[in-house]
């Protein structure tokens, strides 16, 4: 269970960085965030984080 669970959160944390990206460039209007460089940058590195941890979660622990 906590293997489908970290990827579920991986997706969730790739997709809000995704969103947070766009609207930081500006591609996504409507927000207090649009256009801010905070997000723009804030959103790459929370994206990295969920792939990172989807990676994990599919690599699975080594058995030796």
């Known amino acids: 269970m ?6 579920a959160f991986g997706i969730l ?3 809000l ?3 947070w990206t766009f609207q930081g460039l500006g591609y996504l209007k409507g927000s207090s965030m649009t256009g ?3 997000w723009a940058t804030v959103g790459p ?3 990295a984080f ?3 941890l989807i ?3 599919l690599r ?3 058995k030796r």
């Open 60 to 62: 699975g622990a080594r």
């Open 36 to 38: 801010s460089t905070l």
């Open 45 to 47: 590195i929370v994206a």
């Open 13 to 15: 944390l790739l997709a």
């Open 50 to 52: 969920g792939v990172a």
């Open 2 to 7: 906590g293997k489908i669970l970290a990827i």
């Open 17 to 19: 960085g995704g969103v």
């Open 55 to 57: 990676f994990v979660a």
